[in-house]
């Protein structure tokens, strides 16, 4: 597909995920904007952007993945240098928006990150956020500025759907994810089952109930991201014991932290398909591992937003 950019058309990617960003400018037809992000002997960070941006419609490529804070950081100052630098708009681009987690004070006295990372995208000058997956879709109330809130739900679905396996169950792996599930399980026109559990801690989950039916079923666990992997692969083995055909797993976001990818390694999963929202190295592309890239979602999107047309088919 060719497109059409005007003239103030630029696009710049940070340090998060430039394989993406580098895919997506491929796409679109463009090269990336020249800047450089360094670092002071005490951490601190400097960013130059080495072109004109002068009434410039920009769109920032970044992903606040590990390590977040850092670029977090990357991104808040970039947008600073793109507003100071007189670009028209600047539109960021992030695939995958982290503390999304921290969107409600679950005790007394807990902060509400989602909120306050939406506040200083906003104050540092952001006019617009592309973004996929929210862990909650009510954190786009957090905005004050638009937010075009896509899904990863089709891209994994249709590679799902060119499996063409047959008994499918769609398995919601906690009671938050039961709408996620039920999306691709009416794209798919199966059955829909919940894995009803408790979490004693943080990070540590326990498996205590099976709604709906498996037995003899190819179960495909779906969820919004994958962290340490314990809700992911206690569910996977929960469904074999109950007489699951096969465990398949699929999500938007794969943040794969501390003992993620040991045991995604070692659990019944037959194969666990993520998309490229947060850039894997080397070391966590383990064969189970399937990746897609969002890039032609999110050159849709960017497409859409730059010439003022509707959005909303992205969403349908």
């Known amino acids: 597909m060719s497109y059409q950019l005007k003239q103030s058309f630029k696009m710049f990617s ?9 895919e997506m400018a491929q796409l679109l037809g463009c090269e990336l904007g020249k800047c450089s992000v360094k670092r002071f002997a005490d951490g601190e960070i400097q960013i130059s952007i080495e072109e004109s941006v002068r009434g410039s419609d920009v769109f920032l490529v970044q992903s606040t993945s590990e390590p977040n804070n850092e670029h977090i950081m990357e991104l808040l100052i970039m947008i600073d240098a793109l507003k ?5 708009t600047i539109n960021v681009v992030m695939p995958y928006y982290s503390y999304a987690r921290q969107d409600r004070k679950a005790r007394s006295r807990e902060p509400i990150t989602a ?11 952001a006019k617009r956020v592309i973004t996929l997956d929210f862990h909650a879709v009510q954190t786009q109330g957090f905005f004050d500025i638009p937010v075009e809130h896509l899904t990863g739900i089709p891209i994994l679905t249709e590679y799902i759907e060119k499996k063409e396996l047959d008994d499918i169950v769609i398995v919601a792996p906690h009671n938050g994810g039961v709408v996620r ?29 099976i709604i709906g039916n498996i037995d003899g079923k190819n179960a495909i666990i779906i969820d919004d991201l994958i962290d340490t992997a314990g809700t992911i692969t206690s569910g996977a083995k929960a469904l074999m014991e109950k007489g699951a ?30 998309t490229n929202t947060i850039a894997l ?15 032609p979602l999110l050159v849709e999107a960017i497409d859409r937003v730059h010439n003022e047309k509707a959005v909303t088919p992205l969403f349908e």
């Open 181 to 209: 599930a039920r999306k691709m399980a009416t794209l798919l026109n199966v059955p829909l089952a919940l894995i009803d559990r408790r979490r004693p801690e943080h990070n540590v989950s326990e498996i205590m109930n």
């Open 115 to 125: 909120k306050l990372i939406a506040n200083l995208l906003e104050t540092a000058g």
């Open 245 to 274: 055909k096969a465990v398949y797993a699929c999500c938007t976001h794969p943040v794969f932290s501390g003992p993620a990818i040991e045991r995604i390694e070692n659990s019944p999963i037959k194969e666990l398909v993520v």
């Open 14 to 22: 940070l340090n998060s995920n430039r394989e993406l960003a580098s």
């Open 84 to 88: 100071r630098a007189s670009t028209r």
């Open 281 to 295: 190295p080397e070391e966590k592309r383990i064969s189970k591992i399937t990746a897609l890239s969002v890039a």
